[in-house]
């Protein structure tokens, strides 16, 4: 086994015909050559040299040496150049328990020609690329073109790969995260129709699966919603400034047919490129919430009510009395059937009903309405202080 290194003197990693992809890579490239012939290896070294490279080669001349040394150091090469053409183990043999051993290490086949089968074959392995030794030896002019280009894209695979793998896995975490919050959760892709996850509370929310919310996409979301709302709702990606940060409520009826408020905040996800890759929204159940703004509506209403009432009553009542007090005293005065004594029962009779309106006005305990002219309500006096209250119908889809 030789070593050698050498370099020229500008120290570039990558001559000027070469992509390098990135420049934070080491600034030697450690090659593992495996050559029985002699000559081809020092012409193989000479090619190197006039590169801009800096190479340190470790030759060996059969494949036994190299398992050896790859099995007490396999992370000690960049490149793996092997020819076919070895005494003992041939060289498609080798490269089949090398790939084992350093499968983080990209390696070439060195072929003469007419054996490119072989060299399919070896690409079937697992081997990265391979070279036809031409009886010119033209192809010593690309080796230091394209050796440095295998090792780049070789190790930009490798990061691409475990970039992915840390992806899926962080996705998993995330997933499994949104999966345990109490909320919905729901990330809708770019096209805006249909979800991409869809957490498992989305059961304990809605009474739905997140199957079935996944299977309908956006489309179910806005049928369960009421008629109303479903106007007024902007879906994730739908037109500009859709998937940015926002608040939207809507009432949506469950799978038990029952109505309930859902408050969904949504939030833009974007790329690396600041391209938008979909939106996350998170949907929380107001209904409780909702009700208790609506108790507390109610609860002012009736206190302004009965606030006004009182103040009226009071009002009325000295004045309804005087009346009330002045239509019995002509009851005394005229007589019997006649038309005066007649008016003047009216009048009492009025007065008294007067009376009963006003008790009823001070006994209010609910604010209950009913329909009037025009549209327009007013409070139900009959059914305000009554045990229940009819509330309007707004089940309407």
């Given at each position: 086994?030789?070593?050698?290194?050498?370099?020229?003197?500008?120290?570039?990693?990558?001559?000027?015909?070469?992509?390098?992809?990135?420049?934070?890579?080491?600034?030697?490239?450690?090659?593992?050559?495996?050559?029985?012939?002699?000559?081809?290896?020092?012409?193989?070294?000479?090619?190197?040299?006039?590169?801009?490279?800096?190479?340190?080669?470790?030759?060996?001349?059969?494949?036994?040496?190299?398992?050896?040394?790859?099995?007490?150091?396999?992370?000690?090469?960049?490149?793996?150049?092997?020819?076919?053409?070895?005494?003992?183990?041939?060289?498609?043999?080798?490269?089949?328990?090398?790939?084992?051993?350093?499968?983080?290490?990209?390696?070439?086949?060195?072929?003469?020609?007419?054996?490119?089968?072989?060299?399919?074959?070896?690409?079937?392995?697992?081997?990265?690329?391979?070279?036809?030794?031409?009886?010119?030896?033209?192809?010593?002019?690309?080796?230091?073109?394209?050796?440095?280009?295998?090792?780049?894209?070789?190790?930009?695979?490798?990061?691409?790969?475990?970039?992915?793998?840390?992806?899926?896995?962080?996705?998993?975490?995330?997933?499994?995260?949104?999966?345990?919050?109490?909320?919905?959760?729901?990330?809708?892709?770019?096209?805006?129709?249909?979800?991409?996850?869809?957490?498992?509370?989305?059961?304990?929310?809605?009474?739905?699966?997140?199957?079935?919310?996944?299977?309908?996409?956006?489309?179910?979301?806005?049928?369960?919603?009421?008629?109303?709302?479903?106007?007024?709702?902007?879906?994730?990606?739908?037109?500009?400034?859709?998937?940015?940060?926002?608040?939207?409520?809507?009432?949506?009826?469950?799978?038990?047919?029952?109505?309930?408020?859902?408050?969904?905040?949504?939030?833009?996800?974007?790329?690396?490129?600041?391209?938008?890759?979909?939106?996350?929204?998170?949907?929380?159940?107001?209904?409780?919430?909702?009700?208790?703004?609506?108790?507390?509506?109610?609860?002012?209403?009736?206190?302004?009510?009965?606030?006004?009432?009182?103040?009226?009553?009071?009002?009325?009542?000295?004045?309804?009395?005087?009346?009330?007090?002045?239509?019995?005293?002509?009851?005394?005065?005229?007589?019997?059937?006649s038309s005066g004594s007649d008016i003047a029962r009216s009048i009492l009779d009025m007065v008294t009903r007067m009376g009963e309106i006003t008790r009823k006005i001070m006994s209010l305990t609910k604010y209950v309405t009913r329909d009037y002219i025009k549209g327009r309500k007013i409070i139900d006096l009959d059914r305000a202080s009554a045990d229940s209250i009819d509330e309007p119908d707004d089940s309407e889809k």
């Amino acid at each position: 086994m030789t070593d050698s290194r050498f370099s020229s003197s500008s120290g570039n990693i990558f001559g000027s015909t070469v992509d390098s992809g990135n420049s934070s890579y080491t600034d030697v490239f450690r090659i593992m050559l495996v050559e029985d012939s002699e000559h081809d290896a020092i012409a193989f070294r000479r090619a190197l040299a006039k590169s801009d490279a800096v190479w340190e080669i470790t030759h060996l001349e059969r494949a036994e040496g190299a398992l050896d040394s790859l099995a007490s150091a396999s992370g000690n090469w960049d490149i793996i150049v092997s020819d076919f053409k070895l005494p003992g183990m041939n060289g498609l043999e080798f490269c089949g328990k090398a790939l084992k051993m350093a499968s983080d290490t990209p390696l070439v086949m060195l072929t003469g020609g007419g054996s490119e089968r072989l060299a399919v074959e070896a690409l079937k392995m697992g081997v990265y690329d391979y070279i036809i030794k031409d009886p010119r030896q033209a192809y010593l002019e690309l080796i230091p073109v394209i050796l440095p280009r295998i090792i780049t894209k070789f190790r930009q695979g490798i990061e691409k790969t475990m970039a992915e793998r840390a992806l899926a896995q962080n996705e998993r975490l995330l997933r499994g995260i949104m999966d345990v919050a109490w909320d919905m959760v729901i990330f809708t892709g770019i096209n805006g129709e249909s979800f991409r996850f869809v957490s498992s509370s989305a059961r304990t929310v809605t009474g739905f699966s997140s199957d079935v919310f996944m299977q309908g996409g956006i489309a179910f979301l806005m049928e369960r919603m009421h008629r109303t709302d479903r106007k007024e709702y902007r879906p994730p990606c739908s037109s500009p400034g859709s998937a940015d940060i926002c608040v939207q409520e809507y009432r949506f009826i469950k799978s038990d047919d029952q109505w309930i408020h859902l408050r969904e905040a949504r939030s833009a996800i974007l790329d690396d490129s600041g391209n938008l890759a979909g939106v996350v929204s998170t949907l929380m159940d107001v209904t409780a919430a909702r009700e208790a703004v609506d108790r507390q509506k109610l609860h002012e209403r009736l206190t302004g009510a009965l606030e006004m009432a009182g103040a009226t009553c009071h009002e009325m009542n000295q004045p309804l009395q005087a009346v009330m007090g002045y239509a019995e005293l002509l009851l005394l005065d005229l007589p019997k059937g006649s038309s005066g004594s007649d008016i003047a029962r009216s009048i009492l009779d009025m007065v008294t009903r007067m009376g009963e309106i006003t008790r009823k006005i001070m006994s209010l305990t609910k604010y209950v309405t009913r329909d009037y002219i025009k549209g327009r309500k007013i409070i139900d006096l009959d059914r305000a202080s009554a045990d229940s209250i009819d509330e309007p119908d707004d089940s309407e889809k």
